[in-house]
């Protein structure tokens, strides 16, 4: 069984056939081939060179067929054999990866994904609204009384800060439960189900805790960064609670040694993402159009029958991108606005009800990538 | 307290002050200064803009103060709060961090360490010796004939290559016995303390256990990358097994997003590396010789009283390269041969003890960076 990682290699031409092999070697046998006596680890671990194709100047397409026996059965090793130490070289990025289906299967995407989602917001086909508690150093009364206006404007998610973690200032617990109880107040008024996903972090250890506080508080879904907390730690947690739905934030992505649709999309939705937050084109980072289009087609594509990963395009999004973005990204999605709803300031409540409402009107449709 | 963040930014003059400020804003706050009210959090959270300095044409090193309660207790929020969100910027690289000393005490550092390391080895005062078992693929069996060929050389330390982790065709548990039993005997005809180390990875769980297995077989060093398991799980582990020593492995440690000497050299010894292996100039990988000279001062050069941490060159070295590597290095290093002894075959043990007796001579005197 192999796995094809397809590298984007910068190299002169009469180069390219010899770094195409070491790339081969490096991620998998990591030694001279003419030093190995095994006949098997010749035939069936050492990897192979599938395709050379130029794309550009001094730019190539490589594709490297390696054996699925190296990667295991976690998704640390996985990286490992996919990209380790050729992470290392500045001439290489990761631009792709082709799994068997039971590797696929063995990983298991999102348990909730975004049928859940929707369940959970009580969304048929429109597109869903999410925004985010911040700032940063506000102590847990403040963002609960910041939780509860959001809430009151009826936006289906409220996201912890990618930031909020642990902090004096802010502990978890203190900050959870206070959120939670003030959503679930404000819910009560509204008749809508808003959701509160606090942002979990720390070692394995942590992660259950603090899961085992979101479960106490009757929440069912949070926010991780994958690369943050280690792709391992989010897998095993993702697996250990199939009823939380998990949606994965950014940080710590890279821009460009790992192709983001690649990494926010397919294999954080691999490893049970139900929804993928990444920066829109033409918000404060500089992805482009066709990246993100490319990322959502990675996370709500279909994929050897794992469930769709919801696109959640975010990142100095303001009300007037609006029509915009839902015409850009359709039906299946949900917009996140943080600091847009933030700058109203007084009328956070009424510009969170504009926002929902808008969002509602715009994004019934079919999506346009 | 305030944590200096050093970052590297493309931009043109025009907006260098601009985007030094968005910088500053995306690490702390993360959203618009004038929709906080709160006067703790802009007097004492939101991240600063202490120097622009230009570095080039087009380049500037930016230096943002940032708040240290933000950066929490554990390396995940730690380097989510250092380059999480500006990760994702292309024009941005993380070049340095100025911690306070109350920090790094928090963290800790290395336990065992440069003299650590050194006690292990029986060494004073000369340069280590270390190789790796390779290719992947063999069973534990042909892994430890090997293991045991290498220690009859006298080596220092015998890696597991950082591909092998517990798959089929070479189960963790399998491995660890059968290699420490077969370097113990080998040991015990050479008389030299060889020190075998098994590679670990998982999730923590796995960690745990794999160290326990290492344990049970009398081993006190282990290899890890701490970017495949994850910063956070690296550190827990290195925490909780003060008398392990931890050599870090490179592994999907990126090649520019991050300076290599902050992650490899300051980081990963912050967070408990004794040793760290890097790509040295001139083998498989382009780090220049600056780089590698910047890594092994960030791991051995005195910081807040910490143990230094031993530089490991390694990468597809030979030993054509010694001359260079322990003039370079001296005689605090250990230096890292896989390749460049397997090609040797049948002649494996001799061209290893020619190996060790080869450093013994050279790396004795100072070190010249």
Redesign the interface.
């Known amino acids: 069984m192999r796995i094809t990682a397809i590298y984007r290699v910068a190299s002169a031409a009469e180069d390219i056939d010899a770094k195409a092999h ?1 790339l081969a070697v ?1 991620q ?5 081939l ?5 006949e ?2 010749l035939a ?3 990897g192979r060179v599938e395709s050379i194709e130029p794309d550009g100047p001094g730019v190539w397409h490589v594709r490297v067929a390696l ?1 699925a ?2 990667f ?3 998704p ?2 996985f ?3 996919l ?3 050729s ?6 990025t990761l631009e792709d990866a082709e799994l068997p289906a039971a590797m696929v299967a063995h990983f298991g995407g999102p348990r909730s994904g975004m049928a859940g989602l929707r369940r959970r917001a009580g969304a048929k086909a429109r597109a869903m609204t999410c925004t985010a508690l ?5 102590p847990p009364e ?1 963002l609960a009384r910041l939780a509860a206006r959001f809430a009151m404007g009826g936006v289906d998610f409220i996201k912890d ?3 909020l ?5 802010s502990p978890f617990a203190a900050r959870v439960t206070a959120c939670a109880a003030a959503v679930r107040q404000a819910s009560s008024k509204t008749g809508r189900p808003t959701r509160y996903m606090p942002n979990i ?6 992660l259950r805790a603090q899961l085992g506080i979101a479960r106490d508080e009757g929440l069912d879904a949070v926010v991780i ?1 994958p690369m ?6 989010f ?2 947690v993702a697996r250990e609670h199939p009823d939380i739905a998990f949606v994965a934030h ?8 790992i192709a983001p649709p690649l990494l926010l999309g397919r294999l954080f939705r691999l490893f049970g993402a139900d929804a993928t937050i990444f ?1 829109n084109h033409g918000g ?4 482009s159009p066709d990246t993100c289009a490319a990322i959502a087609d990675a996370a709500r594509g279909t994929w050897h029958g794992i469930a769709p990963c919801l696109p959640v395009p975010a990142g100095g999004m303001t009300p007037a991108r609006l029509p915009d973005l839902l015409a850009f990204y359709g039906a299946d999605a949900m917009i996140l606005m ?2 847009g709803l ?2 109203a ?1 007084e009328r956070l409540t009424s510009e969170t009800a504009a926002f929902v409402e808008r969002v509602a009107e715009l994004g019934t449709g079919e999506r346009s990538i």
């Open positions: 070491s490096e998998s046998v990591e030694m001279p003419d030093a190995i006596d095994d098997r680890v069936e671990i050492a054996a026996e190296t295991g059965t976690e640390g090793q990286m490992n054999m990209f380790g130490n992470s290392l070289h500045d001439f290489v911040k700032p940063q150093g506000l403040a800060d990618h930031g973690a642990d902090q004096d200032y972090s720390g070692n394995l250890d942590q960064a943050v907390v280690g792709l391992t730690a897998h095993t950014p940080a710590m992505g890279g821009a460009a040694r920066p404060r980072f500089g992805y943080g600091g933030l700058s300031r």
